[in-house]
């Protein structure tokens, strides 16, 4: 979805402006800011910048890689217990 596009936009250490986002999704100004703000606020995974009045975005790599590892253990748990039930 949406959340994953934004993430797979990053390359090691970039940070991405606003307004790349805004051209690059097809979305709303608001809905992109407010996916941002998902990942920045709610989740830690984006690190906002200001620059002036512009504002970028990096990856907050060693978020992203434990809430993968929680996400993977989630899967294993789901998957031995689907296992079990057959």
Known sequence: GTRQTILLL???????ELKTFVDI???SRSAVVHHLKVFGAAAGLLIPHK????????LN???AVHALGQVKTYADELLAATEAAQ
Request: with cysteine; hydrophobic share 45%.
């Open 25 to 27: 999704l097809p979305l």
């Open 51 to 58: 620059h002036g009045r512009a504002l970028s975005y990096t």
């Open 61 to 63: 790599l060693a978020c």
């Open 10 to 16: 990053f390359e090691p250490g970039e940070a991405i």
